[in-house]
């Protein structure tokens, strides 16, 4: 019903910046929140940013001053600027989205395959 497709992952030296997109297609009534989470190899995934409907936008503590969220409504779409890359940043990187297909149905939650960043020398 709701592909979720990320891409811009790649391989990027520390201190390096990269763009992360993520597009929603198929029966789209309206986005609500969308959500960028990680899983590093061996760890658990975790929470990165949100951003609402609205545009306001929150941040784990280690994205804070180096990763924006932010989103084209439009186009359905979210992005994740990532600017001063650590190695630690090395993870696969999913895209989660809060979708109404309808205006008469509840929100239901899509997931991506996730794109790969690898922060190295």
């Known amino acids: 019903q709701v592909q979720v497709v990320e891409s811009g992952g790649d391989l990027v030296q520390p201190g390096g910046s990269l763009r992360l997109s993520c597009a929603a297609s198929?029966?789209?009534?309206?986005?609500?929140?969308m959500r960028w989470y990680r899983q590093a190899p061996g760890k658990q995934r975790e929470w990165v940013a949100l951003?609402?409907?609205?545009?306001?936008?929150n941040y784990d503590d280690f994205a804070k001053g180096r990763f924006t969220i932010s989103r084209d409504n439009d186009r359905n779409m979210v992005f994740l600027q990532m600017n001063n890359v650590q190695p630690e940043d090395t993870a696969v990187y999913f895209c989660?989205?809060?979708?109404?297909?309808?205006?008469?149905?509840?929100?239901?939650?899509?997931w991506g395959r996730g794109t790969q960043v690898t922060v190295s020398s």
């Open positions: 951003i609402d409907d609205s545009g306001t936008s």
């Open positions: 198929g029966t789209i009534f309206k986005i609500h929140d």
């Open positions: 989660d989205l809060d979708v109404q297909t309808s205006a008469r149905t509840t929100l239901r939650n899509f």
